[in-house]
């Protein structure tokens, strides 16, 4: 009943930019928080950066200063602007979201969307 679909990740040199979305699409009543999360090979999935419905935001302490999530609750959709990349910051970026729908809050992500960073 809900899809949620990024795009926009590439190939940048160290030092550019990138903005991701994040736009989602079924029947659902509302999206609650919002949240970009990365995964390296053979790592771990991390948080990268939550926004709430009401724009509270949040974000790991490796992106703060870089990157910026935000949303447009019309659209259905979520953004991260990255700036400043580095060679670390090289993953596959997935998007999640909070949808309430059938009197229940659930939980869907996207299908993720590389970002490479060359040095």
């Known amino acids: 009943q809900v899809q949620v679909v990024e795009s926009g990740g590439g190939l940048v040199q160290a030092g550019g930019s990138l903005r991701l979305s994040c736009a989602a699409s079924g029947i659902f009543f509302s999206i609650n928080n919002m949240g970009w999360y990365r995964q390296a090979p053979g790592k771990q999935r991390e948080l990268v950066a939550t926004?709430?419905?009401?724009?509270?935001?949040t974000y790991a302490d490796s992106v703060k200063g870089r990157f910026t999530i935000s949303r447009d609750n019309a659209k259905n959709t979520v953004y991260l602007q990255m700036n400043s990349l580095k060679p670390e910051d090289t993953a596959v970026y997935y998007c999640?979201?909070?949808?309430?729908?059938?009197?229940?809050?659930?939980?869907?992500w996207g299908q993720g969307t590389q970002v490479t960073v060359s040095s």
């Open positions: 999640n979201g909070v949808f309430y729908y059938s009197g229940s809050y659930r939980d869907y």
């Open positions: 926004i709430t419905r009401g724009g509270s935001i």
